[in-house]
């Protein structure tokens, strides 16, 4: 590896200001260590409007946990945008996503993907995953919730005989219910293993206002360590239920619950009413209104702001959003996601903006 | 997070710096409404209202051109970079055999063409932002380099900044001549211009190292606008570059050349390439404002100046060359320099097709629109370049 680093070190003499992966690039579209990329080997129908898409990674990818999730950067009409989604793979296979369409992003990974495909990829990230040591487990999930819970489900069921899951998942329909056949084939196959279907067209969303419902379901739940993962609302009232709980059992309940949520939205308004503007590095918060630019924002509040023509020309004023979206001054667009470089000179805050200054 | 409690309260009824429209209030920030204090007298015919109609037109064109960007021109950018790379491996690796005269021939003839690709094509539009709207971190105007001496950071100031804001303002854009020659009427006669054409001639063939010095903006510091600090941090980043480039071409290619005993050729051959390029690039370079018909402005024709003034300025301050589709690719699309001033920063395969659009503006405003193929253009600047270097006949 060493001598491959000096290798490369010699090759760039030759290729510079370009390095050598980016002549290899030109063989295999994966050699780009600078930007992580896979290529997409399967992509397998999971229900009417979700899919799995396998993919192999290049250099710079780590084997990700159970339960964990990966931003992956697709190109919709030349621009590329950028979303997380749960890793659906058992720990220590291929990596794949399971994605549902609920959006531009989403849509264009479900329908149009095919094999050979390039993904842009950060490497595997979060905290929700398996206990480091072995437990009796409560999954609750909801829609595509279950993703990275079957990522789980995957590493654990088949290869620990101790292991002991129940898993609770609620879908619309069982047309709607992802991996719905594959789950019903674990549980006939291990016995430590047991699959709850709930369908919400048939039976209405799960009770969870009173621990009724679920003692119905699982009867030990307060034994177990349990995962949520779904929508808001289904983690909001789990989460309620497990609060009521720990704090009003006696003697102490040893029930936990660990929550995968999904901030699908960035809290950011449209329109004219700016917001507030953070600039992250230099530890600052200004209040600014929808019309002032937010280089002059910056200005005003004494920050060292790049800058260059002031009317969107020369690029020079470019900082990376953190959060939240602006207002593109000339063309009344609001835009904006996390990482964007965005033209401060021209850009006025819609809702609370964050940047990368 | 701390919380800035001197923040000038921006609500309505807090002071505001009241200026009339027509005066600028911050530099190159362009004003409402209202007209230059002097509009020049290629457009002095044009009343606001049209000026201000004008700049609405032109703005639709944009709109729709940003409207119509996507995949298409993705891909274009994509197979451009592509091309350029293959061209130059399979040019840098026929000079390592490059005894052989053919292959000398074949090697520097690729190499050329990759050099001038990337210069002009890739290196100058993408650095202008053209591509940035694609959010790919390796096509993007913040971490693009690229072959040639001047390092791009402090190129893009000079030129997207300095240069286009203030497109052919004499005593603003230094453009205009590079400090070294005299390329307009308006700059005042010194002995030192009577080897205007000698300059020319010997600044051609090593033009990115003209470029290079002049991005260092050495008046600036003569005058005390640029500190000794900023001048130190540019002349190391030059020196990094320069060498990095100095060692590929010149040291390191016939280096391994030398094991086919092809070492001398292969420098021959990259001295070569990068002398073609450069007097290409200067060329054209120089046909983007010097020939006849663009014209120059002075200061007062700036000040509060409206975004349809500012448009036409870019206009008639502007040549474009005319030719072939091939033609225009080995410009880099500066040949459509009058579209690619008015819009510096939409992508450069859409030039072609907004030229007749600006085309049919001017013609319908009655203002000049300057065109013409190489040879002509060429013939032109060098015409100035003889002329102005002789001192202004008195009146």
Known sequence: MIRLRKLARAASLLTTPLAPEDILALFNPVFSARQLRGVVTRVVPETADSATIFFRPGRGWQAHLAGQWARIGVELDGVRHWRSYSLSAPAGQDPAITVSDMGAVSGTLVRNTRPGDVLFLAPPQGDFVLPEHPRPLLMLTAGSGITPVMSMIRTLVPHRPDSDVVLIHTARTPEDAIFREELAELADQFPNFRVIHWFTGERGRIDFSSVAGLEELCPDWRQRAAYACGPEGFLDDAEALWETETATAEPASEATLTIERFSTKLAGGAGHDGGLVTFESSDREVEADGDTPLLDVGEDAGILMPSGCRMGICHSCLIPLRAGQVRDLRTDEVHGEPGQLIQTCVSAAAGPVNLDL | MTIVSDKPDLSEDAPQPKAPAAVK???????????????????????????????????????DILAKRGASDAAYIRRMIKIQRGLEISGRATLLVSKHKAAWVAGTTLLSFAKILENMELGHNILHGQWDWMRDPDIHSTTWEWDFVTPARAWQHTHNDLHHRWTNVIGKDNDVGYNLLRMDADQEWKPFNLGNPLYNALLAPVFEWGIAIYDLELNDYKEGKKSKEALTKDLKALGRKALTQFTKDYAATPAVAMLTGSGKQALYGTLTANAVRNVWAHAVIFCGHFP?????????????????????????????????????????????QIEHHLFPDIPSN???????????????????????????????TWAKVFKLALPPKKA
């Open chain 2, 292 to 336: 006849d018909g663009t014209d120059t402005f002075t200061e007062e024709m700036v000040e509060g100046e409206t975004r349809g003034d500012w448009y036409v300025r870019q206009m008639i301050g502007s040549a474009n060359i005319s030719g072939s589709k091939f033609m225009h690719l080995m410009t880099g699309n500066l040949s459509h």
């Open chain 2, 350 to 380: 859409r030039y072609a097709e907004v030229a007749p659009k600006v085309q049919e503006i001017c013609r319908r405003y009655g203002l000049p629109y300057t065109t013409g193929p190489i040879w002509k253009q060429v013939g032109s």
């Open chain 2, 25 to 63: 209030t911050r530099p190159g920030a362009l004003a409402e409404t209202g007209s230059p204090t002097l509009r020049p007298p290629a457009a002095a015919h044009l009343s606001d209202e049209q000026i201000a109609e004008l700049g609405r037109e032109l703005d639709a064109i944009k709109d």
